[in-house]
């Protein structure tokens, strides 16, 4: 919103004010100017939640007060767009103070850095190992590529903070993973951070081709469970590097509001590649890698629906499959179901799907949801509402159909993904609404 | 019999067992000792954050002297659909229309949402010789 207020304020030559509910309404005014726009837009507040209200309530709160100065909103409307300038928003160059971060940290007791790592938020709040110089020397040996190499700048909430090798290293020792893993965590860091947004989400983590096996990646019986060093430091790293590189702080930048105790670890497994049935691809062959690529992939949702039972005869698997995924908002039409060996094998043997494909077909032609649930989600409304408006289908139908209409919401099979994984002791899965990027090659990273 | 039971019976501790290397699947990581140089008890670690790079000061444009006979744009960013917004701005709009005499709102739901851009609205605000504008409404 502010980079609209200050892209018409520049282009038009006109004031532009923004408007906020309470809930984000300081992050505009402070972080947001201090690191993205540089522009201190003023804001108007209104009580949050805003959007989701009868109409009586939002029409209401015209005739409220600013949430910010106190005053009845209109006057505040009017102040802000009539009232003279301040010597700050004046101000225009280079900001006379630029943040400085030391490489080395002032020398102070074990405990007084705990302490100060948790208070930075630098941390999951479990223990971490301190980052010595010695310790990230010796893990920075797990890579031919360069401390002062930069993966990337990460400036999702602003601040264009560039992401070095020896910055992940430093995290990697914080999450206390050995230099075999840094090539792994690096690939990772390529996709940092992760999911930040006031509506809780989270991201999941694959691992596939050889070097699940070489670092011992757990695949298989507890593969999403804590069980496994190397799916725990590698989740972990990334949650470590995304609150470091993304600066995210609770209640700053970091607004999640309830969270997700997901971003502990972000769901870090390896693909059960062996177990795979005949004709069922790995997760990073299927994007067009090698069988032998050594591959890293990300997936960004926010929910996870366990079968809870094991897979009955009485009603197929993929039929609760479908049920379950009924329910998600199917934004982008993406999901991830991570099911067991045994139950891809019930799949295929069983019910047909000679390929992870055919399984992804089925469903994007089979799940169905009422007209009125797929645009009773927020996220939707963001996303989709523009679409419809813009005269795009399926969207602009489904917007006249009745609320008790049927819609297939998973309109683009290619973005259900089915990931293998698990110890063959039950026949269990998870149906997720986790949309997953194109994976990133670890062995780049070597 | 459980495990746990019947090396109790044995007169063997669970957590010994499950201290021996040839129980644990990954071998034990030594992690190197930490202690300081001069024996103070301070050490030297490594700063995990990266500084931000503050943005470039941006003024804004002076404000008007008056609303009376302007012409103000609403943008409706659309942040979970245009509806709640729509409504804000219609009770705006009956406010200014009552408290401002010629002043001429116009209301616009921006094409790709919050996160996108509409050069439409640029473009029709600087035809059009706008006044103002205010964005919203996020939350």
Redo the contacts between chains.
Sequence with gaps: MSRWAKQIQMQCKIPAIGVASSNIVHYATGYVSKYQTGMPIRYVSVPFPFTGQPRAVDVGYVSGKDMLTGQPLMSAVVNALTGPLTVEEKMSGAPPEEAVEPRLLPPDSEENLRMLFEDKEWTDFNSIILPTEKRVTAMLKGTSHKPDEVIKTINITGGARQLTVEKVAINAVMAGASPEHLPVILALATQAPFGNSTSSMANMVVISGPIRNRLKFNCGTNAMGPYNRSNAVVGRAFTLMSKTAGDLRNNVNAWETLGNTMQYNNMCYGENEEALPDGWDPLHVEMGFKPTDSVITVGTGWSSIASVGASQSIYPTHYLMRDYMSSFCASGSAATIVIDPTVAGLLKDVHGFKTKAQLSEWFSQNVTKTNASYWGNGVIQSTAVPFALAGLEPYASWRKLPDDALIKPFTNSKAIHVVVAGGKVQTMWFVTDFGIRRGVSIDDWM | MDRRKMLALLGISPTLIAGSPAYA??AP?A??E?S?ADG????????????????????????????QNKT??M?N?????????N??Y???RE??DK?YSGVKTIVK??????F?GDPSI?KE??ANK??????????
């Design positions: 699947r990954t990581r992690v190197p930490v300081s103070s008890g301070s050490i030297t670690v490594m700063n995990p954050a990266i500084p931000g790079k503050l943005a470039t000061r941006v003024p804004l444009v002076p404000p008007l002297d008056t609303l103000i744009y943008v960013l659309s942040w979970e659909g245009p509806d709640a917004a409504y804000f219609g009770a705006m406010w200014l408290h739901v921006t094409a790709e949402g919050m996108g640029i605000i600087i706008a006044d103002a504008a205010i964005v919203g409404v996020a939350g």
